[in-house]
């Protein structure tokens, strides 16, 4: 049974994990106070080509969205979102917890444009209701798109403009900064943004996720609130340490590009086979919408996600790999996938006789 479920089935990486062991028997600091973290600040200082920043370690995604979007907004204040945004569907309601509403628009594509923001501050004009503070996108996007440059700094233009925040979640964007789709660098996300983060446990960590934050104003007192929301490890080296491993001989890079690499392979196996999409993606996250029959036969060998459902006979699925998803795994699921349909095919014509 192989598992296309996610891209955190595995654990990390050797070198991380090698990396890791050899720091092991050594004393650090605690709290992100050590040499390391140090260290893997400065390594993502040079790559995002700024040194005005403040860069913080957390464990994982929705601590590091609850954390961020929690400690820019005032309690009467709301973060905007697409309908899909992970912070709306996938993370049970922990923004909402901290007592700031997520303000949602359809998207058809997963994400968010100047247009759908202003929607919702037409809608929200005095203080009877909560007022929109922050706009939520993540790169790539819960069904796999990802932002141009050009539509990057359409909405940072616009947010500067409304005088809201921008908070860019990087869980997969390694995925996005790989894609052969992609025209943004790092460095343009951090001109561009208020805030954002690289996703480590999506691409090669144990676990990890670096935020960084551009804004003044929400510089002041963060490790306050990292404290506070119970986010501040102990051993907090364990963070540095990865994120050092991540930012040194590009391998950061170098695990997203592989994951994505084998997701156009089974892209590829799909579209022979005449199937369409949920999605136009590029990136490590593929959504081939498939007959109910044939969902039901690779689930025998395969793990995989519904998406959604498309009509009485039809289903879209998620399909995701890794830094580690091998290559053999890729070339024998497109050799089952064939084989499965010519058996479907053959089962059905025998059944019309």
Same mark, same amino acid.
């Given at each position: 049974?192989? !598992?296309?479920?996610?891209?955190? &089935? ?7 994990? #090698? ?26 200082? #040079?790559?995002?080509? @700024? ?61 968010? +444009? ?10 929200? +004009? ?5 007022? =929109?503070?922050?706009?939520?996108? &993540? ?5 796999? +798109?990802?932002?141009?440059?050009? /539509? ?9 403009? #409304? ?15 790989? &894609? ?38 929400? #510089?002041?007192?963060? @490790? ?20 050092? /491993? ?26 022979? !086979? ?8 590029? +990136?490590?996250?593929?959504? =081939?919408?498939?007959?109910? &029959? ?57 059944? @019309?006789?």
């Amino acid at each position: 049974m192989y !598992c296309f479920n996610n891209d955190y &089935s595995e654990g990390a990486h050797p070198q991380i994990m #090698k990396a890791l062991i050899e720091a092991s028997l050594d004393q650090h600091d605690g709290y992100s106070m050590d040499t390391h973290t140090e260290h893997a600040k400065e390594l993502i200082k #040079k790559e995002i080509k @700024r040194e005005d920043v403040d860069i913080h370690f957390l464990v994982g995604g929705t601590q590091t969205n609850m954390l961020a979007i929690s400690a820019a907004l005032r309690p009467h204040q709301a973060v905007i979102a697409a309908e899909t945004g992970h912070i709306n569907v996938h993370e049970t309601g922990a923004v909402e917890s901290t007592g700031h509403k997520v303000l949602t628009r359809p998207s058809a594509d997963g994400k968010l +444009t100047p247009a759908m923001i202003q929607e919702i501050l037409d809608e929200h +004009t005095d203080e009877h209701m909560v007022q =929109p503070k922050m706009a939520y996108i &993540s790169n790539t996007t819960e069904i796999g +798109t990802q932002y141009t440059l050009t /539509e990057l700094e359409a909405l940072s233009r616009f947010c500067r403009q #409304k005088g809201l925040y921008l908070f860019l979640d990087g869980a997969r964007l390694g995925a996005a900064l790989t &894609s052969p789709e992609n025209d943004l660098s790092m460095a343009d996300i951090a001109r561009l943004t208020d805030l954002f983060y690289i996703g480590g446990t999506k691409n090669g960590a144990l676990f990890g996720e670096a935020l960084v934050i551009a804004h003044p104003d929400l #510089k002041p007192d963060f @490790r306050y609130m990292i404290k506070q929301k119970g986010a501040m490890l102990a051993k907090g080296f364990l963070l540095g340490i990865q994120f050092e /491993e991540l930012f040194q001989n590009n391998l950061f890079y170098d695990m997203a590009s592989h994951a994505n690499e084998m997701a156009m392979e089974l892209k590829k196996a799909f579209s022979r !086979c005449g199937f369409p999409f949920f999605s136009g993606s590029a +990136t490590n996250q593929q959504f =081939p919408i498939l007959p109910d &029959s044939l969902i039901a036969r690779l689930r025998q060998s395969y793990q995989f996600q519904n998406q959604k459902k498309i009509d009485e006979t039809h289903t879209a699925v998620r399909f995701v790999t890794s830094w580690a998803t091998k290559e053999e795994a890729v070339r024998q699921f497109t050799q089952d996938l064939e084989t499965m349909i010519k058996e479907l095919a053959a089962e059905r014509a025998e059944a @019309r006789k």
